[in-house]
């Protein structure tokens, strides 16, 4: 087990004030970040119980009655380490609006439809490779109040745990292609032109399933200098 995290990490990762970001201004520290060691239970403790994962929850369109409206999407890839190994047994949990770009949050009042069928929340454990998968609804754009006309690309959030608390990574899926990238300024909050693209999940045609779904694929590294950016806080 890793008993120390690579410092490289934190440049993968957007500056926590991101004005464009409005939010940014009133929650970013204002003095330097004090660099703790991690504690040993930090890097041993458990982060979370395998058995309380289910063996459907990966599959966000059979939480209900009915299927949910919207294109059938599969979601898949790796979870990687600073040392591209894969992370065995990682915790991957998902949450997204509908495909009307609509989530089931009281503070959400975007005036798109809720799908009765829809919650919008999943996980799973990966596998001894670090592989995982989900089934979901691809996700609708929505509108976030930031400033005049602002709208979020399609997105799917991501929290992933390794071995280690320290290894917790949240982040957001995006989809290829997206017309709204050079407007948003969450996603562009990462600056680096490259650390962006490892935030954009590619089209995967070799594994969608003929008359059923698209697939995407989307790898995540959790620490290193190739690390997949944390979500702007
Ligand atoms: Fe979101």
Redesign the pocket.
Known sequence: MTLTYPIESLKAHPARLSPDYRSTIKRSPQKPLVIMRHTLSELTGPVYGHETVREHDHDLTIQHKGEPLGERIIVHGHVFDEDDRGVPNALVELW??NACGR?IHAVDQHPAPLDPNFTGAGRTQADSQGYYKFVTIKPGAYPWGNHHNAW?PA?I?FSVFGHAFVSRLVT?MYFPGDPLFPFDPIFNSVTDEKARARMISSFDLENTKPEWALCYRFNIVLRGKNATPMETK
Request: glycine letters at 0%; hydrophobic letters at 15%; a positive charge.
């Open positions: 997204q609006a989530y979020r997105h959030h957001q």
